[in-house]
């Protein structure tokens, strides 16, 4: 018998006319892996969503088809009655966290499924563990990175031990080895898990079976040898990006130089004598491990952090955009948030969201845009006032691999007439002139 059972489900989100996903039908067997991939927007969280049963009851909207879990119809019971078999992670671990302490964050789940109270301390331990922060158990969850903040995420869905595990880009803010840790992990669990994912490698590596959605349709259901060979044909650019950039400008003067810069967040040690230059016409990628400072390496570049010892110099307008922009929102049409920077101007708003392909969406409510979107609209927010150092932290999180490439060539154009940028990022696969290592004294140089 299917752990989980889609038969024909269509749904559309209030408002919008357009179905999210169209007449998706599959079964979901226990223990199994399932890389769910497809592009930003396709309708993968949707379907996520639907498992969970938070569409239709906690989104609202036009549902057709029906939706089993464990034997209970998802139309016909609340989110609550799933929660001892369904556990999830969403793409913005901020939104997710209810407690102050970490501990008591993924204590939470276990506490309220009523485990015997003595054995949740032993979860609690273990599941911290297995995703790599132990050491952040009494930590406030305020103080946390962002990468940080996913692990515990992914932690607490752990300390419920669910026989459904629905992970929508857990590792968009894992770096390298804590995306891997996790994943095995995953592979370990027993439970059945559908992970969606942008690092694709990754998520074949440990899958058995992969769905690719796009346009609210499944195309592709099939085993992982399979889905290789239709992914070579059909969407090469799920296989892969290259890495190798070349510069043809011949740069000279720094626009951006930090000289043995220190900060702390209070009593916690963020960044330690940490150097870097941004030259014109070059796109320099910044590599770290969670917690390594890279956040705070960023914004000393933009400007907005001052360093509490050395000195940060900057030639010409900063720009940055956040980790995670779709927090940062102010307006209510997706035209009207990127034409704040520019006094207004809905001639040039509209032309930067044609450049990151949302100039359909330019009298949408931001609210109403996936995360890959939303990633997408606080870039155009950022590019349309042009500045001489865009500083960008995170930007591909959520972000298909066609997207991907496109966001890379743009950003090495940008470079190219002179001005430069800087990338925090786990993605090792984004394409760089220059690649500096946070926390090791040496910089990477790509190839």
């Known amino acids: 018998m299917a752990l989980a059972r ?6 559309s989100y209030p408002s919008v006319e357009a179905p999210a996903l169209e007449a998706v039908s599959l079964e979901l067997r226990e223990g199994q892996v399932v890389a769910l991939l497809g592009p930003s927007g396709s309708g993968k969280s949707t379907l996520l969503r639907a498992l969970a049963g938070l569409v239709p009851h906690f989104h609202g909207g036009r549902f057709g088809g029906s939706v089993e879990v464990a034997g209970l119809d998802t139309r016909r019971v609340r989110p609550a009655a799933l929660a001892g078999v369904v556990a999830s992670v969403f793409q913005d671990p901020e939104d997710q966290v209810v407690m102050t302490r970490v501990a008591n964050e993924v204590a939470f789940g276990p506490e309220n499924l009523g485990v015997v109270p003595a054995e949740i301390p032993a979860r609690v331990e273990e599941a911290l563990a297995a995703v790599g922060v132990a050491h952040l158990a009494g930590r406030r969850t305020t103080e946390l990175s962002g990468g940080e903040l996913q692990r515990v995420s992914l932690a607490a869905a752990l300390a419920c031990r669910p026989r459904l595990l629905l992970l929508d880009e857990p590792t968009s803010q894992l770096d390298p080895g804590g995306a891997d840790a996790f994943l095995r992990c995953v592979e370990r669990l027993g439970a059945a898990v559908v992970l969606s994912e942008q690092r694709v490698g990754r998520a074949l590596a440990i899958a058995d079976r992969v769905l690719f959605v796009e346009g609210g349709r499944l195309l592709l259901d099939a085993p992982v040898a399979e889905a290789r060979r239709w992914l070579a044909a059909e969407r090469p650019s799920f296989l892969g ?10 740069p000279s003067g720094a626009l951006v130089t930090i000289d043995e810069a220190w900060f ?7 960044l330690a004598g940490a150097s870097l230059e941004l030259l014109p016409g070059e796109l320099v990628v910044l590599e770290g491990p969670n917690g390594s400072g890279k ?19 900057r030639a010409g307008r900063a720009g940055y955009l956040s980790q995670d922009p779709g927090r940062y929102l102010a307006c209510e049409r ?13 001639g040039r708003a509209r032309a930067a969201l044609e450049s990151v392909g949302l100039g359909w969406a330019a009298e949408r409510h931001p609210r109403d845009l996936s995360s890959g979107e939303r990633e997408r609209l606080g ?3 950022v590019l349309v006032a042009e500045p001489d150092v865009l500083i960008l932290d995170e930007p591909t999180r959520g972000m298909d691999p066609d997207r991907k490439a496109a966001l890379a060539a743009r950003l090495l154009a940008y470079a190219a007439r002179g001005r430069a940028v800087l990338v925090a ?3 090792r696969d984004f394409p760089a002139h220059r690649r500096v290592a946070l926390g090791e004294r040496r910089e990477l140089l790509a190839a």
């Open 379 to 381: 870039l155009a927010a």
């Open 295 to 313: 956040s705070t390496l960023a914004k000393l570049a933009a400007g907005l952090l001052e360093p509490e010892a050395g000195s940060v110099s």
């Open 334 to 346: 997706v035209l009207d948030e990127v034409a704040l920077a520019v006094g207004g101007d809905g």
């Open 6 to 11: 889609l038969d024909r489900l269509t749904f």
């Open 425 to 427: 990022t786990h993605d």
């Open 264 to 270: 702390s967040y209070g009593r916690i040690p963020a």
């Open 241 to 250: 990006l290259s890495t190798v950039a070349s510069m043809d400008n011949d």
